[in-house]
Each structure stands twice: as structure tokens, then as C-alpha cells.
């Protein structure tokens, strides 16, 4: 493992013609799109490697949104909602919610709800064919396990032909056992807790030698993260003095400027509530009244706690529909991006007795492990995917169909079958994603990163992974070290190792040398340093990284001395994968100075990405090897 964290990339050597190898490759290219109520997430796989998700507008989350143009066109995603911010009248911000009404009025037309899902699948299925010349050889949609036959059949009839659907709680523990490290044995069962923004299902699922079954689900359609968010709303009103009469315009907004302020502030509170899953307390912004109100992580529990308490008890409910009693459950699985706040996982610890897991972006669990540990289809004859039709419409001032009451009772459980899917070496992550995150730390190998130079001015660049250990993109061909990559165990009779750990690396080590190759330019520079980097691996599966002893890494070139400084420490989860260490659940923080000629060039702090990393072990020494040749680290054994 070594520390790198540098500022917004220039550009980036040799990786563009990378991406152009791997597009003109013609094999199987298996597309998974989980079609949320409030975002949609797609991810490709490409001839078997890990699937990688796509990015809609320099986002994995695209806006499930729907609005009609003044030509009669659909738009998705965020330019629907920026569209439907001066015509209202014209957008579906969630058509998802209207599966039981046969069409939808948008403006003066009536548009087909099968229609509405089409826009948002055809919209995932031309940016996967915008990342590879190749055909989709598969295409696999998740639904909520909960959706009867006929719910099921609207979303077929709007998919690409051929593509199948998957339930959506399956994907997720598919998803949590092959890519977060938490295994969960054969016949032991689950609890999938998907907290979307608009719905929330709970399921319970059983491990089989094939996969996972669906015992239970109950869903809630009228409870979601958006819930959290009106909550908020609620409470600003309360706490926020109206002298000017400013509210009453942001709850029912008259005119296009009405619903720009409205928007304004209920993006304010989502991003608060998000920061609040990081941080403990922030400020939320309230443009009309030009203040900055305080909220903290307490108060947004409190304000949260009628919502999660009848999700809580969903959850409780459901294990009882399945028959499991709590004291059954090996996991509790926490999916869909309201997940995330602290709250949720402290409400079901105290409910259930049973720590979640907790990942960065539970938001993506579903898509990708749409596309993990179900068989492909026997055929890998390209699914036809044919350009959108014109929008159908009937002009004229009817209204759509009333909305059906959308209960549980309806549900049919999907059948699924197949294998958990081989986890491999998790390759880096497509140029545009790189260039387009910031802000985030990336720790090497275990954390794995290049360290990249722009030309010119000397200002450095850097690579990101938005999505930490489930990153997937080009294909990654480790270096070959001088010794066996396989790790050498020397066990010891005095530690306990958890199986599938190796005993060798469980210990402390000092490391005593570092070179990272970076690329400057059409240069290949080398660093070296790092020395005093502490590094921890209990027989648990937990580890610790710790640079606050590190010295600096050093070198030269372009006619200047370059360092670069880490301190900070940094916690989690490690496994053994193909010999290589896998971490995941990392907390802590990093931060980064980089001098030039012994003046700050730059500095700043973040969170952790992670790739596999293969190592050699012996009873005293540990040598590193870093994806791509990038980095080489040599350790010696303290303790």
C-alpha cells in the first residue's frame, strides 16, 4: 500500500489509447441497469471482467426523470429536471411510481408509461454503447422483488429484447458477498435493507450452493429517503423567522422563479443530509432568506426516526413472514443510497442486535451485483437494440389513469438462479471518470493508484476512483515480480487466522523503502521514500495503515526536487483474493503535501479508494506490488 493524492488531472499518459484497445475488442458485453424510483444506475461488464458503472453527465447516478420537449421528444435525467424546472407541467420526475397507470399526462399529451421506462433504459443502453464499438450481449434489469407478473411485464415490454430481469434484493447479496469481503455460509440467510429515495423494500435471503433465494419481501412505496428530506424542510420552516413570506412561496411555487429557489433549497437539504453521513454537523443554505442554518447529525436523526421506525419494522416483519427468527441472520445488508446515514445502521443494530455492513456508494450494490453470480445466457448472440421510436402521443386535455394502490400483497418472487460470481483483479477505471472526480484521496495497491505528472507548469495530477473496491474498468496486467506472487505462509501456533486469511501477513510492519514509476509528460519518473509507514493485519480480517511516521518521497526532474508528505491513519477490512489483498469498510483520512524545491506546490486530505494488490510474504519481510507496475514497497516485520 502507498499514499497518493494529487489535484485535478491535465492529462493522462497512455491511457487513452488503453481505453481504444479495450473498445475495438469484440467479446461479451453483459449491460446491468437498476431503474430506481429516483436514480437509475447501469454497469457493463466486458468479457467476464469486473462490471464498472457508467456515468451519466459525470455521474454513476442518473436522475430517473422524464420530461417532454416542446418537440415532443423525451429527455432523461438531469437535463429533464432542468427542462421541468421552467415547464413543470412536462415532467415525471419518478415514473417508476407509475407501473400501474396505463399512460402519463405531460403537458397536453399523453405519454404511454411503458414509454417513460423506455427513455431511461434506452438512455443506460446508449451510454454503454458510447464505451465500446461491441454489441450488448446481455442485458439484465433489476426489479423490486415484490412486483407481481403484470408489474413485471411492463418493465420486459420497455427493455431492450432479450433482456432479463433479476430481483433486486438477490443482486444486492450477490453483490455484498462477492464484492464487499462478507461471506455469508450456505444455508445461513440475510436481510437485504434497501432504503431507496422514493421506496424501501426489506427481503430476507438464504445462501445456497448456487446463490441466493428469495424466503421474503415487504416493501413500503410511500417511504423513502425523499421522506428524510421533507422532514428537514419541516424543520427549517419551523426554525427559519418568515417576516417577507418566503415559505408559502417555497411550498407552492407560482412561477419559474419559485421553483428555481425551490429546487435550490431541497438540493441544499439532500446535500446536508449526505454530509451528515460524513461529518457532524453542517450548514444548509437557504437562498431567499440568505442565511445559513445549523443542523447536526443528532438533529437529522431525530428528525429521521418516523421514517426509519416504520422501516425498522418492515424489517422485523418480514423476517417473520420468512420464518427466520433474528438470532438466524449471519448479515444485514444495507442497499440504496439513503442507506448510508448513520442513523439507519445505529436504528437496525439496536432493533436486530446485528452491526449492518456498511459500504461508500450502497447505491450501486444492486446494479452490480445484477451482473455477479447469475449464468450468462447460453447464447452470446448480440441483444438487438434498436434507436428510440418517436414518442407516441395523443394530443388533447384527457388525464392519465388513477394511480393503483401499490402493496406488497402483489408480490411474486423472481426466479433466480446461478453461481457466486469469481471476483478478480479489479481493473482501473475508465480516463473520463478519472478526470472528471475529485476531492478524494487514493491510497496504492490495497489502495492502489498511479501517481500521475501534467506537463507544463508542473502542477501535479491525479487518478480517482469514485467508488472505492467495486471500481471496474480496463483490464489490469499485474507485473510480474522477481519472486513468486504467491504468498508464502509462515504460520505462527500463537495467532489465530480466520480462514481464507493468510498467517504470514498477520502482524505488524515497518515499511523501509518505496518507489512509485509515475508518468511526467512522455517521461516515466520514479519516487522513492515512504519510509516508517506503519502497516497492521490482524487474524480477524482487520487492518491498519498509519502514515504518520512516513518520510518524505522524493525526486527529481524538469530541473526541480519534488517531495510529497502523508500523515494521517487509516482502518478496515482486509481478505486474500487470488493471492492478492482486497480491503473494504475503510475509515480515516489522509492528508497530502507536496512540495516543490521546498516550496508548497500543493497539499489537501480525503477518503480511500482500493484495488487488489499482490504481495510476497516471508516470516520477516513483506514486498508490495502495485497494479500496473506502479509502485513496489518493501516492509519488515515489528511485531
Known amino acids: 500500500m502507498i499514499p497518493n493524492g494529487c489535484p485535478e488531472p491535465h492529462g493522462i499518459t497512455g491511457v487513452a489509447e488503453t481505453v481504444t484497445a479495450i473498445s475495438t475488442v469484440w467479446g461479451v458485453m453483459r449491460l446491468g441497469i437498476d431503474f430506481g424510483t429516483s436514480t437509475t444506475v447501469a454497469v457493463l461488464a466486458v468479457d467476464g471482467r469486473e462490471p464498472r458503472p457508467l ?20 429527455v432523461v435525467g438531469r437535463d429533464a429536471l432542468h427542462l421541468g424546472m421552467a415547464s413543470p407541467g412536462r415532467l415525471e420526475p419518478n415514473p417508476k411510481r407509475r407501473v400501474d397507470e396505463a399512460s402519463v399526462l405531460l403537458g397536453d399529451a399523453e405519454v404511454p408509461v411503458t414509454r417513460l421506462f423506455e427513455a431511461v433504459l434506452d438512455r443506460a443502453v446508449a451510454e454503454a454503447a458510447g464505451m465500446s464499438v461491441g454489441p450488448l450481449t446481455d442485458v439484465v434489469v433489476t426489479c423490486p422483488a415484490a412486483w407481481g ?31 464487499a469481503g462478507h461471506r455469508v455460509p450456505v444455508g445461513g440467510t440475510a436481510l437485504v435493507y434497501d432504503f431507496g429515495a422514493g421506496t424501501f423494500d426489506a427481503s ?32 427549517l420552516r419551523d426554525v427559519v423567522p418568515d417576516p417577507q413570506g418566503y415559505w408559502p412561496r417555497l411550498a407552492n411555487p407560482k412561477d419559474a422563479l419559485d421553483r428555481r429557489v425551490t429546487q435550490q433549497v431541497w438540493d441544499n437539504v439532500r446535500t446536508a443530509k449526505e454530509m451528515l453521513s460524513r461529518l457532524p454537523s453542517t450548514l444548509v443554505h437557504l437562498p431567499l432568506f440568505n442565511v445559513e442554518v445549523p443542523l447536526d447529525r443528532d438533529t437529522l436523526g431525530r428528525l429521521a426516526e418516523p421514517v426509519l421506525r416504520r422501516t425498522v419494522g418492515t424489517s422485523v416483519e418480514v423476517l417473520a ?53 447469475f449464468d450468462q445466457p447460453a447464447t452470446t448472440a448480440p441483444v438487438p437494440v434498436t434507436p428510440a421510436a418517436p414518442v407516441p402521443v395523443e394530443r388533447g386535455a384527457g388525464g392519465a389513469a388513477a394511480r393503483a394502490a401499490a402493496g406488497w400483497a402483489e408480490q411474486a418472487a423472481i426466479q433466480t438462479s446461478g453461481v457466486a460470481g469469481a471476483t478478480g483483479v479489479q481493473p482501473a477505471p475508465p480516463v473520463h471518470q478519472r478526470k472528471r472526480d475529485k476531492g478524494r484521496l487514493l491510497l496504492a495497491g490495497g489502495a492502489a493508484v498511479l501517481l500521475l505528472l501534467a506537463g507544463g507548469g508542473g502542477a501535479y495530477a491525479w487518478s480517482q476512483r469514485p467508488d472505492g473496491v467495486r471500481a471496474a474498468a480496463l483490464p489490469v496486467v499485474l507485473p510480474t515480480p522477481s519472486a513468486s506472487p504467491s504468498p508464502s505462509v509462515s504460520p505462527s501456533p500463537t495467532v489465530s487466522v480466520a480462514a481464507g486469511l493468510d ?52 525526486a527529481t526532474f524538469d530541473g526541480a526536487s519534488w517531495t510529497e508528505t502523508f500523515r494521517g491513519v487509516v482502518t478496515g477490512n482486509y481478505r486474500i483474493l487470488d493471492g ?60
Open 55 to 74: 456515468l451519466f453527465d459525470g455521474s454513476p447516478l442518473m436522475p430517473s426523470a422524464v420530461c417532454l420537449d416542446e418537440g415532443g421528444g423525451l
Open 503 to 554: 498467517p504470514c501477513l498477520v502482524g505488524r510492519w515497518r515499511q523501509t523503502s518505496s518507489e512509485i514509476h509515475v508518468n511526467n509528460g512522455s517521461k516515466r519518473q520514479q519516487f522513492s521514500g515512504g519510509a516508517g509507514i506503519v502497516q497492521e493485519f490482524d487474524g480477524a480480517g482487520r487492518m491498519s495503515y498509519d502514515a504518520n511516521a512516513s518520510q518524505p518521497y522524493k
Open 580 to 639: 492478492a489483498v482486497v480491503l473494504s469498510g475503510l475509515s480515516g483520512e489522509i492528508s497530502w503535501v507536496i512540495d516543490r524545491n521546498g516550496k508548497r506546490n500543493n497539499s489537501g486530505k480525503g477518503t480511500l479508494a482500493v484495488k487488489p494488490e499482490r504481495y510476497v510474504c516471508e516470516a520477516t519481510k513483506l514486498i508490495q506490488y502495485g497494479p500496473d507496475g506502479d509502485y513496489t514497497n518493501e516492509l519488515e516485520r515489528i511485531g
Open 149 to 179: 407478473e403484470r408489474r413485471r411485464q411492463v418493465l420486459l415490454g420497455a427493455a431492450p429484447a432479450g433482456a432479463r430481469l433479476v430481483a433486486e434484493p438477490v443482486a444486492a447479496a450477490h453483490y455484498f458477498a462477492d464484492v
Open 321 to 373: 413472514v420468512a420464518g427466520q427468527p433474528i438470532s438466524s441472520l449471519a448479515a444485514v445488508f444495507l442497499a440504496g443510497g439513503s442507506s448510508r446515514m448513520p442513523a439507519v445502521a445505529a436504528a437496525l443494530d439496536q432493533a436486530l442486535g446485528i452491526a449492518p455492513v456498511v459500504v461508500d456508494q450502497p447505491e450501486l450494490a444492486v446494479a452490480e451485483g445484477s451482473l455477479r453470480g
Open 204 to 235: 430476507v435471503v438464504r445462501r445456497t450452493e448456487g446463490g441466493f433465494e428469495l424466503l421474503a419481501t415487504l416493501g413500503l412505496d410511500d417511504t423513502g429517503g425523499l421522506d428524510v428530506d421533507a422532514a428537514v424542510f419541516a424543520h
